[in-house]
């Protein structure tokens, strides 16, 4: 079973469009985040949500809208795509978002590349 | 300013040998806790070793270990007995509290691993 899973793999679209990423966690965990790799593999936090409730929302564009409909469940819309949305999008949960100890469990990564 | 710095974009070992990844952190809290993962190419991130800043003893996790130096803020990556599977991304993390609550996991721009016969 996968713990964090998240989905589609690869989304390749045309610039304009809108999409969207699903993640889904099976860990009971009460945190989800969502961060960008870009094609120098930095790694950046763009949302964290805890127990539904938006607690981390860094300095993204607003064409990006998490939704949580629930704790198990974290979604990245993306609107009006550009091509420098072009990245990896890892969907992450932790236990509580709480400790300073925990650990991130990451989905497997979704590779968008808008043309 | 960098949060974490990772200075090494690449390094090669030879198998079997150790190899030390270095990371250097920036932060004025007391409390924060320091993390490694690891990136093969297939592109999943691994979770590899966690310190806790108040953690006496440098943690170890199997061939793992993590070199924890809090008066110089650095927390290398110590891998010994290299192996081929050992080549990949290696990333650093710190995460530290925020101002009105909560915490964040910040990465370093990683060092890429690789592992020669």
């Known amino acids: 079973d996968t713990a964090v899973s998240q989905t589609p793999k690869y989304l390749v679209t045309q610039m304009g469009n809108d999409k969207s990423i699903k993640c889904e966690q099976n860990?009971?965990?009460?945190?989800m985040y969502w961060y960008k790799q870009d094609s120098k593999k930095f790694l950046k936090i763009m949302f964290s949500?805890?127990?539904?409730?938006?607690?981390i929302n860094e300095t993204v564009p607003n064409r990006f809208s998490p939704k949580s409909p629930d704790k198990a469940h974290l979604n990245l819309h993306i609107n009006s795509l550009e091509l420098g949305d072009s990245a990896v999008y890892f969907c992450?949960?932790?236990?509580?978002?709480?400790?300073?100890?925990?650990?991130?469990?990451f989905g497997s990564g979704t590779q968008l590349s808008v043309l | 300013a960098q949060k974490i710095t990772q200075t090494q974009p690449g390094m090669f070992v030879q198998e079997k040998e150790a190899v030390t990844l270095d990371c250097t952190y920036d932060t004025s809290d007391q409390s924060y806790g320091l993390f490694w993962y690891k990136q093969p190419s297939s592109g999943e991130m691994i979770f590899l070793i966690y310190?806790?800043?108040?953690?006496?003893q440098n943690a170890t996790e199997g061939r793992y270990s993590l070199n924890f130096q809090k008066a110089r803020k650095s927390a290398n990556l110590v891998i010994s007995a290299s192996q081929l599977g050992d080549s990949a991304m290696y990333f650093c993390?710190?995460?530290?509290?925020?101002?009105?609550?909560?915490?964040?996991?910040?990465f370093g721009t990683g060092t890429q691993l690789k592992v020669e016969l």
């Open positions: 310190q806790g800043s108040y953690d006496e």
């Open positions: 993390a710190m995460r530290e509290g925020l101002t009105g609550g909560g915490n964040k996991l910040t």
């Open positions: 949500y805890n127990n539904k409730e938006l607690i």
């Open positions: 860990l009971g965990h009460d945190t």
């Open positions: 992450a949960s932790s236990p509580t978002g709480g400790a300073l100890s925990e650990k991130l469990f």
